[in-house]
C-alpha cells in the first residue's frame, strides 16, 4: 500500500483539487466582524472577495440514553480568491483552509498557505489547532493519459480496486465499484480514502468519460500548538506522497510524465 521511491512531481499530474484545512476553537469575533484586518495582509495575493451563509450538520447533544439532534447556527464562510481563481482562502470563526486547483508541487503550495496562516495567527490568536488536515483529490483520465483502453487493473494498485482488479471482471458491467477506508498511520495521522470509478463534474459541468477517483484526505487531531502546525503539515504530506506512489502502477506513473524533484 505504501511506496518509498524518491518523490516526484507530475507534469500530467490528475489533481483536480487541493486543500489544507485548520480548525481551532471558536472564535466569536469572526463571526461577528467582517474580517478586514486579515483581508488588508492577503489582499495583495487574494484580491477577490466573497462571502455566503452556511448551516453546518446537527450535532447529537444530551447524554448516553438520551441524545438529541441539535441544530446549529449559521455561519458566515469568507472567501478571497487570487486574481485568476486558481487559489481560494476560506476563513470562518471555526477554520481557515487554503484551496488549489492548479497544483504544482508541496513546496509552491506551503508558501503560499505562509501568507494567509501567518495574517489570521497574527489577526486572531488562535489558542491552538484542533485539527490540521491535507486533501488530494484526483480524478484520473485515461483520455489525458493516452490510456484509452486500458482497464483500471492494469493502473491502479489491487487493493483499490474491488472486483474490478480480477481479470475476469469486465471493467464496463460494474454499476458500482469503490474502496473506502479510514486508518492510523504513522506520526500520529489518520487517513479517510476513496478510491474508484465514477462520472465527475469539472466546473459544475458533466463529464462523459469514466474517472477513477482517488481522494485522500489526511489529518491529525489536536490540540496542536500553532508552532507545530507547519511540521504537521509537512508530515502529512510524505504520508500522502507515500499513499498515492503506492497506488498507481508503472503505467499509470509513466503516463504522468514523472520529473525528478
Known amino acids: 500500500m505504501f511506496s518509498h521511491e524518491d518523490r516526484c512531481i507530475y507534469k500530467k499530474n490528475q489533481l483536480a483539487e487541493v486543500i489544507c484545512q485548520l480548525r481551532f476553537p471558536e472564535i466569536l469575533s469572526i463571526q461577528t466582524n467582517l474580517p478586514a484586518a486579515f483581508q488588508e495582509i492577503i489582499r495583495d495575493e487574494y484580491p477577490r472577495y466573497s462571502s455566503r451563509k452556511e448551516t453546518p450538520a446537527p450535532k447529537l447533544a444530551g447524554i448516553p440514553g438520551n441524545m438529541t439532534l441539535q441544530k446549529q447556527d449559521p455561519i458566515t464562510n469568507y472567501q478571497f480568491f487570487s486574481a485568476d481563481g486558481v487559489w481560494r482562502v476560506n476563513l470562518t470563526s471555526r477554520f481557515i483552509s487554503l484551496s488549489c486547483s492548479r497544483y504544482t508541487r508541496w513546496e509552491d503550495f506551503a508558501a503560499k498557505l505562509d501568507k494567509p496562516l501567518a495574517a489570521f495567527i497574527q489577526t486572531y490568536h488562535p489558542a491552538f489547532f484542533e485539527r490540521v488536515g491535507l486533501r488530494y483529490l484526483n480524478f484520473f483520465s485515461r483520455k489525458e493519459l493516452d490510456l484509452e483502453g486500458t482497464p483500471f487493473r492494469e493502473m491502479f494498485a489491487p487493493c483499490y480496486l474491488g472486483p474490478l482488479a ?64 507547519a511540521s504537521a503539515l509537512q508530515t502529512l504530506h510524505i504520508q500522502a506522497d507515500s499513499i498515492f506512489r503506492g497506488a498507481v502502477t508503472d503505467v499509470t506513473h509513466d503516463a504522468m510524465d514523472p520529473r525528478a524533484v
Open 166 to 229: 480480477e481479470e475476469d471482471v469486465i471493467e464496463l458491467n460494474a454499476t458500482r465499484c469503490s474502496v473506502d477506508t479510514e486508518m492510523a498511520l504513522r506520526g500520529g495521522c489518520r487517513v479517510k480514502l476513496h478510491a474508484g470509478p465514477g462520472l465527475v463534474k469539472r466546473q459544475g459541468q458533466p463529464d462523459n468519460e469514466v474517472k477513477f477517483v482517488f481522494d485522500q484526505d489526511l489529518y491529525m487531531n489536536g490540540p496542536l500548538e500553532i508552532k507545530l502546525s
